[in-house]
């Protein structure tokens, strides 16, 4: 209710519209998170964003200590993608990422879309990195209380990683969508479903179509992991009718 009780003091909308809002979220997320990115730009005194752009927030991390993967290029991948339709976004990497990166991302940069590339542990948790190269784990339990914590949450969170669906059925409760995957993702099908998953929601397909598109695209390039991605929705979510740009 922060943005609600600012824009009361501001004059700009009443509590009670804004709650009814809230309840209605599912339906009006996309226009509450336009308010609330113009309300911030204008708070900072600086020029307001382009409201029709969504936030594509690309957080990867590699542990020195475990296997090499191909991030730079799953980032530019996408990236490349996307600029090739006529989808309207901003795009924001962030390299080596460890805890603190984390947060920053979600306190303050606030993502239409929570894209997480690198490693998983088989309990699900997220395999960040420390100063020294190391693997700093993020349990399942503890992104989705951070998650929930925030009053601007992610409408979709990318999990490119192995073993996250775990970590995605954790998170459903608290965002619209999760894709995850559901065991050990060789790097290069991570990069190819990522790749076809953007293009087609860039497309405007819906989340469900954009979904499957992109594990038949595994399929077509001879990858044998089609079974491993995930989608998991929030109970009041129609993937079929969903989309995002």
């Not at 990683?161 to 619209?176: K, M, T």
Request: with cysteine; hydrophobic share 45%; aromatic share 6%.
């Amino acid at each position: 209710m922060h943005l609600c009780n600012a824009l009361q003091r501001q004059g700009l909308i009443d509590a009670e519209l804004f709650a009814l809002l809230e309840r209605e979220r599912p339906r009006f997320r996309p226009d509450i998170d336009k308010l609330r990115r113009h309300f911030q730009a204008g708070s900072a005194s600086a020029p307001a964003p382009d409201s029709n752009r969504l936030l594509i927030a690309f957080v990867a991390a590699n542990p020195q200590i475990l296997p090499p993967l191909r991030l730079a290029e799953e980032a530019k991948s996408i990236e490349d993608k996307l600029r090739g339709t006529a989808a309207r976004f901003h795009f924001q990497s962030t390299w080596g990422a460890g805890p603190d990166d984390l947060l920053d991302t979600l306190v303050d940069a606030s993502p239409d879309i929570l894209h997480f590339a690198g490693h998983g542990g088989t309990n699900g948790a997220l395999l960040l990195q420390t100063a020294d190269g190391g693997a700093h784990p993020v349990a399942p339990a503890a992104l989705a209380k951070l998650i929930a914590a925030r009053p601007w949450r992610p409408r979709l969170v990318v999990l490119n990683c192995c073993y996250s669906a775990i970590l995605a059925n954790a998170l459903r409760p608290h965002v619209d969508a999760v894709v995850g995957m559901r065991g050990e993702v060789p790097d290069e099908a991570a990069r190819q479903f990522a790749v076809q998953l953007y293009r087609a929601l860039a497309q405007r397909d819906s989340l469900a179509t954009a979904f499957d598109t992109a594990r038949a695209a595994l399929m077509v390039h001879n990858l044998a992991a089609d079974h491993l991605p995930q989608l998991t929705v929030r109970s009041d979510v129609d993937p079929h009718r969903y989309r995002l740009f």
